[in-house]
């Protein structure tokens, strides 16, 4: 039987009130003036950098020749 005291929390009900909140959401737009940030892109360049990894093979060798 106690079951039926469940009822009670209908009372919170009332809270949904707080969905107005909902409105906040078009403050999202807001991170669009991040676009600008796309000039970053030019780094891109900096791409073929990796490359240096595979040579630091050559690299050795060529340290190696200069000792020589």
């Known amino acids: 039987p106690v079951g039926p005291v469940t009822p009670t929390p209908g009372p919170l009900g009332p809270v949904a009130p707080v969905a107005p909140l909902s409105p906040v959401g078009p403050v999202t737009p807001t991170p669009v003036p ?35």
């Open 34 to 68: 991040l676009g600008p940030v796309d000039p970053v892109a030019p780094l891109g360049p900096v791409g073929p950098a990796i490359p240096m990894e595979t040579a630091d093979v050559p690299v050795r060798a060529l340290a190696k020749m200069l000792r020589i």
